[in-house]
Nanobody, 120 residues
Framework: QVQLVESGGGSVQAGGSLRLSCTAS????????MGWYRQAPGKQRELLAY???????YVADFVKDRLTITRDSGKNTVDLQVNNLKSEDTAVYYC??????????????WGQGTQVTVPS
C-alpha cells in the first residue's frame, strides 16, 4: 500500500506564489511517476505536471510558464511551485502517482487533495 499526503494549500492573492508538497509512504519501491492534477469547480480533473523515471517529465502547456515541478526520488516527494497565481487557478490540487509506468496519464494512486483558492 502506498499513501500520498499533500500539504501547502490555502488562499493566495492573485499574482502570488504557492508551493505544494506531496510525500509518498508505504510500499514505494515501484513508484515510477509522481506529479500533480487539479480539479476546478464544475470542471474535469486535469493533469498539470509529472516527473518519472528514465528522465521523463511533463508540464502542461497552459501552465508551463508559471509552474515548476521537482521530485526527490530518494525521499519520495514531489513539489509543485505555481507563480503568478490567477483566479482560474482556484481548484483542488491532487498529488498522483503510478507504479511501474513512466507516465502519469492514468494514475493508480491519489492523495486526498488540497484546496487552493485565489480570490478574484
Amino acid at each position: 500500500q502506498v499513501q500520498l499526503v499533500e500539504s501547502g494549500g490555502g488562499s493566495v492573492q492573485a499574482g502570488g506564489s504557492l508551493r505544494l508538497s506531496c510525500t509518498a509512504s508505504g510500499s514505494t519501491f515501484f513508484l515510477s511517476s509522481m506529479g500533480w492534477y487539479r480539479q476546478a469547480p464544475g470542471k474535469q480533473r486535469e493533469l498539470l505536471a509529472y516527473k518519472a523515471g528514465a528522465g521523463r517529465s511533463y508540464v502542461a502547456d497552459f501552465v508551463k510558464d508559471r509552474l515548476t515541478i521537482t521530485r526527490d526520488s530518494g525521499k519520495n516527494t514531489v513539489d509543485l511551485q505555481v507563480n503568478n497565481l490567477k483566479s482560474e487557478d482556484t481548484a483542488v490540487y491532487y498529488c498522483a502517482a503510478r507504479q511501474f509506468y513512466f507516465d502519469l496519464t492514468s494514475p493508480d494512486l491519489w492523495g486526498q487533495g488540497t484546496q487552493v483558492t485565489v480570490p478574484s
